[in-house]
């Protein structure tokens, strides 16, 4: 299996994507007077990489569980057993922030930006449809 087809390949490569939207948006935010949008979409994206890496980190345990590689503390356990419960407490946070904070967050970027993960795995996918052709 190459590295990209792999689980681990899939999540270095959105760390990387993320990592450079982010960036990118910062520097809109510092450069251009619509700062509470792109503040808002760093926001989103931050708190939904968070819950892609709770996922990642999940299939990780269940995969280490499944093949008896090494005894596992008990925190990935109790990690991975509330990852619904952090992503959806991740996510009303975000978006309990942007609607605290009007002047610095907006709430229509906010939500955007949590939509962009799946944007960017779906792009991934395309590309790696693309290239096996």
Not at 67 to 83: T, V, Y
Request: cysteine-free.
């Amino acid at each position: 299996m190459s590295n990209m087809t792999s689980l681990e390949g899939k999540m270095k490569q959105h760390t990387i994507t993320t990592s450079i939207l982010l960036v990118l948006f910062l520097v809109l935010f510092l450069i251009t007077p619509l700062q509470t949008q792109f503040l808002g979409l760093a926001l989103g994206l931050s708190v939904s990489f968070l819950n892609l890496w709770t996922t990642y980190r999940k299939t990780q345990v269940v995969g280490m569980v499944a093949d008896r590689k090494r005894k596992q503390s008990f925190l990935p356990f109790i990690l991975a057993g509330f990852g619904f419960g952090i992503r959806i407490i991740l996510t009303i946070a975000a978006v309990y922030l942007a609607l605290i904070y009007p002047d610095k967050l907006d709430v229509i970027s906010v939500i955007a930006g949590l939509a962009l993960i799946y944007v960017i795995i779906i792009l991934d996918m395309l590309v790696q449809f693309v290239r096996k052709r």
